[in-house]
T-cell receptor
Framework: DSGVTQTPKHLITATGQRVTLRCSPR?????VYWYQQSLDQGLQFLIQ???????AKGNILERFSAQQFPDLHSELNLSSLELGDSALYFC?????????????FGEGSRLTVL | QQQVKQSPQSLIVQKGGISIINCAYE??????FPWYQQFPGKGPALLIA?????SEKKEGRFTISFNKSAKQFSLHIMDSQPGDSATYFC?????????????FGGGTRLMVKP
């Protein structure tokens, strides 16, 4: 158990809809990362927050947004969903803002868009 | 743009054999190279990592070899066991910029046959 909690584990929705994925980092970790894992793209970095502030942005679509709350949990909002957004979304956390390689991943939220 | 290329995509090895996974990177700013192991239904977990100031790092049956001039690094799993069957991801990151992200390779699905 990595200590990172993600909800929901599975989510099925329709095109055009909006969903919110939630992540609780390990106790004491200030940094939260979101990754998208699809069959043909591997693990794609979306965005990082550190202590409530956005720190780094990857290939995150404009339809997607995220935030980190004062209690350090984070939410990833996906809107105007398309079939291609179907993927496994991972949250990871670490103590520091800088990349150390020691990311602790949750078990992911599997999103299916029909 | 895929900055870290991983091969092979899949690998079948007999129990007791050596599993070899290779990665190549393009960005010379990368200075941290971890490997992650992912079992089905789980998030990736850090397996072993190396900095470019060393050419090899060994932890138990797992060894990372690093070739800075060729911008390549590889994972060797000695005496491969069925329990090693998982997906392996190489990654690259930099310590220089606060909040920088890890870039992952496409993953290698390893199957170790009994």
């Amino acid at each position: 158990d990595s200590g990172v909690t993600q909800t929901p584990k599975h989510l099925i929705t329709a095109t055009g809809q909006r969903v919110t994925l939630r992540c609780s980092p390990r106790s004491g970790d200030l940094s939260v990362y979101w990754y998208q894992q699809s069959l043909d793209q591997g693990l794609q970095f979306l965005i990082q927050y550190y202590n409530g502030e956005e720190r780094a942005k990857g290939n995150i679509l404009e339809r997607f947004s995220a935030q980190q709350f004062p209690d350090l949990h984070s939410e990833l909002n996906l809107s105007s969903l398309e079939l291609g957004d179907s993927a496994l979304y991972f949250c990871a956390s670490s103590v520091e803002a800088r990349v150390t390689g020691e990311l602790f991943f949750g078990e992911g939220s599997r999103l299916t868009v029909l | 743009q895929q900055q870290v290329k991983q091969s092979p995509q899949s690998l079948i090895v007999q129990k007791g054999g050596i599993s070899i996974i290779n990665c190549a990177y393009e960005n010379t700013a990368f200075d941290y190279f971890p490997w992650y192991q992912q079992f089905p239904g789980k998030g990736p977990a850090l397996l072993i990592a190396i900095r470019p100031d060393v050419s090899e790092k060994k932890e138990g049956r797992f060894t990372i070899s690093f070739n800075k001039s060729a911008k390549q690094f590889s994972l060797h799993i000695m005496d491969s066991q069925p329990g090693d069957s998982a997906t392996y991801f190489c990654a690259a990151g930099t310590h220089n910029n606060a909040g920088n992200m890890l870039t992952f390779g496409g993953g290698t699905r390893l199957m170790v046959k009994p």
